[in-house]
């Protein structure tokens, strides 16, 4: 079993940046594709970010293509997200996942663990 703890949110004006942060618990955290979404009040969760398990690949959708760079570290057992040019519609809560399946994994339903989410908020 995989846990995880987001961390780095904040408040940021328009245009500004953050650095999300997810550590993972055990040892096989290279052995999980990871994933941002982001779930915004009254929103469906959103897909914002995968990585592949060695770091190789990355995937994106167009809303932030750009904009945001998701990386990982697996020797400090830790992927991150860094955001730039943030909007205010970039507003959300921000949650890495992990999955053991093949693939990229756009789809939630693909991930096996969750972090509890940290707050983004962009304001004008």
């Known amino acids: 079993q995989v846990q995880l703890v987001e961390s780095g949110g904040g408040l940021v004006q328009a245009g500004g940046s953050l650095r999300l942060s997810c550590a993972a618990s055990?040892?096989?955290?290279?052995?999980?594709?990871m994933g941002w979404f982001r779930q915004a009040s009254g929103k469906e969760r959103e897909f914002v970010a995968a990585?592949?398990?060695?770091?190789?690949?990355?995937y994106y959708p167009d809303s932030v293509k750009g904009r945001f760079t998701v990386s990982r570290d697996n020797a400090k057992n830790t992927v991150y997200l860094q955001m730039n040019s943030l909007k205010p519609e970039d507003t959300a809560v921000y949650y890495c996942?992990?999955?053991?399946?093949?693939?990229?994994?756009?789809?939630?339903?693909?991930?096996?663990?969750w972090g509890q989410g940290t707050q983004v908020t962009v304001s004008s």
């Open positions: 996942a992990a999955g053991s399946s093949s693939g990229m994994g756009y789809r939630a339903s693909t991930y096996n663990y």
């Open positions: 990585i592949s398990r060695s770091g190789g690949s990355t």
């Open positions: 055990g040892r096989t955290f290279s052995t999980y594709r």
